[in-house]
């Protein structure tokens, strides 16, 4: 993946898609990792006063994203907490993220009534975020796609559809949400994040 700045960069040229990234007994175990797990209510896309809250796992890494730092013990407390997403970014750091460290892992959970706000994830020079979806099947009419926006938020430039066994990487300073899904959808939106940073 290319290295991108939020200076002159264009960012749907920097998204990354990969459809059927894992073997489909590694998927089924990590989506039944991550649903069967204890979520807390109340995390927020960001401080907004009218940003609603939604369902969370923290695995690994600082909360306070001002405070994250990319080191061995980032990894060795996400093998500690949730050896499938260990895995998975194991697989990741030799492929679409090599050259990458990890600063933090956790994953969203959006059912029927959630939605997310329009944020950035980190301004700083080769962050990247990475989203796996997880789910065994998902319906057009569930709605939860990520939507990517332009630099002023005016237009929206992808709309990356929650596909099973999709992964999506984007630089860190574009603007993006999770959009909440339809009242037909039986199934909590799931998603699993990796927050890195580029070091080489």
Same mark, same amino acid.
């Given at each position: 993946?290319?290295?991108a700045?939020s200076?002159?960069?264009?960012?749907?040229?920097?998204?990354?898609?990969?459809?059927d990234?894992?073997p489909l007994?590694?998927?089924?175990?990590? /989506?039944?990792f991550?649903?069967?797990g204890?979520? @807390? /209510?109340?995390?927020?896309?960001?401080?907004?006063?009218? #940003?609603?809250?939604?369902?969370?796992?923290?695995?690994? =890494? @600082?909360l306070? &994203?001002?405070?994250?730092s990319a080191s061995?013990d #980032?990894e !060795?407390?996400?093998a500690?907490?949730?050896?499938p &997403?260990?895995a998975?970014?194991q697989?990741?750091?030799?492929?679409?993220?090599a050259g /990458?460290?990890?600063?933090?892992?956790?994953?969203?959970?959006?059912?029927?009534g959630c939605?997310?706000?329009?944020?950035t994830?980190?301004?700083?020079?080769?962050a990247?975020? !990475?989203?796996?979806y997880?789910?065994?099947?998902?319906?057009p009419?569930?709605? =939860?796609?990520?939507l990517?926006?332009?630099k002023?938020k005016?237009?929206i430039?992808?709309a990356?559809?929650?596909?099973?066994?999709?992964?999506?990487?984007?630089?860190? *300073? #574009?603007? /993006?949400? !999770?959009?909440? #899904?339809s009242r037909?959808?039986p !199934?909590?939106?799931?998603t699993?994040? *990796?927050?890195?940073?580029?070091v080489?």
């Open positions: 993946m290319k290295e700045t200076e002159g960069a264009r960012p749907w040229q920097d998204i990354v898609v990969v459809d990234l894992l007994e590694e998927q089924r175990n990590l /989506h039944t991550l649903s069967s204890n979520w @807390s /209510h109340g995390w927020r896309s960001h401080a907004g006063d009218a #940003v609603q809250g939604f369902w969370h796992r923290h695995f690994a =890494g @600082s306070d &994203a001002a405070e994250a061995p #980032v !060795a407390e996400l500690r907490n949730a050896p &997403a260990d998975l970014w697989r990741l750091k030799r492929s679409s993220l /990458h460290a990890l600063e933090r892992c956790y994953a969203n959970g959006l059912p029927y939605d997310g706000a329009t944020h994830d980190s301004l700083e020079r080769g990247c975020t !990475a989203v796996y997880p789910h065994a099947q998902w319906d009419d569930w709605g =939860g796609e990520t990517i926006f332009n002023d005016s237009d430039l992808a990356i559809y929650p596909k099973p066994n999709r992964l999506l990487i984007f630089p860190g *300073f #574009v603007f /993006h949400v !999770a959009r909440g #899904v037909t959808c !199934a909590m939106r799931i699993l994040m *990796f927050k890195t940073r580029l080489l």
